[in-house]
């Protein structure tokens, strides 16, 4: 089962910045925080990972609490092309990825 | 090439037919995982291979289910006697480092099999 809980669903006007929370109260120190997401009809994309320090890259930046209990993805400035299913995974060292239902992310012109 | 391909991209098959689903990793890749996703769902892992082994097959519904990668590269995913249950997205990923925690998988698109 899944160790994370996100929002089912979310809208987010274009060009405003996405802010996709996900709760992960049970996770243990070896484990990392990854963000993948899927858009329709294709796979899922690995976005960023973090273990507790805050991560940023080209497509998004990753905020985590200090107690690890919690974490945001936000992405700076939606575009139409960002609308997709954002799934949350909490994975340790040789662990497979073990997907829930994520959040459908609409980005709204 | 430079991603995960997976063949056919979509696949119709009667009930009770045999199916195989065919995955190319990224070239180098040692590590292989099929997933399945059931619409609306997110990813359900099925089969890991490490090399021409399989590390953990723990997901697999049952044994009408079967995975192979004969030569540590291309794998097939085998479904006999078709079930209408067994339509899904059938996803393959890849990773040079099965534990690593880098960039994670590389997902191909998957193949889209519909059992009627």
């Known amino acids: 089962d899944a160790k994370t809980t996100q929002p089912t669903s979310m809208d987010c006007a274009e060009g405003r910045a996405a802010n996709l929370p996900c709760n992960h109260s049970?996770?243990?120190?070896?484990?990392?925080v990854y963000w993948y997401r899927q858009i329709h009809s294709q796979g899922p994309q690995y976005i960023i990972h973090?273990?507790?320090n805050n991560e940023t890259n080209e497509m998004a930046s990753l905020i985590i609490t200090e107690d690890r209990k919690s974490s945001t993805l936000i992405l700076p400035h939606a575009t139409l092309r960002d609308t997709a299913v954002y799934y949350c995974i909490v994975r340790d060292y040789g662990q497979n990825f073990v997907f829930g239902p994520g959040t459908r992310l609409s980005v709204l012109p | 090439g430079a991603g995960v391909s997976q063949t056919p991209s979509n696949k119709v098959t009667e009930k009770g037919k045999y199916v195989e689903l065919r995955c190319d990793p990224i070239?180098?890749?040692?590590?292989l995982y099929w997933y399945r996703q059931s619409l609306g769902q997110g990813p359900e892992f099925l089969i890991y291979?490490?090399?021409?082994?399989?590390?953990?097959d723990s997901g697999l519904p049952n044994d009408r289910f079967f995975a192979v990668r004969p030569e540590g590269s291309v794998s097939t995913l085998k479904i006999q006697r078709t079930e209408r249950g067994d339509s899904a997205v059938y996803l393959c990923?890849?990773?040079?480092?099965?534990?690593?925690?880098?960039?994670?998988?590389?997902f191909g698109s998957g193949t889209r099999l519909t059992v009627v």
């Open positions: 973090g273990l507790k």
């Open positions: 990923a890849s990773s040079f480092l099965p534990t690593a925690t880098t960039d994670g998988y590389t």
């Open positions: 049970t996770i243990s120190g070896n484990e990392y």
């Open positions: 070239s180098g890749h040692t590590a």
């Open positions: 291979f490490q090399g021409t082994g399989a590390a953990d």
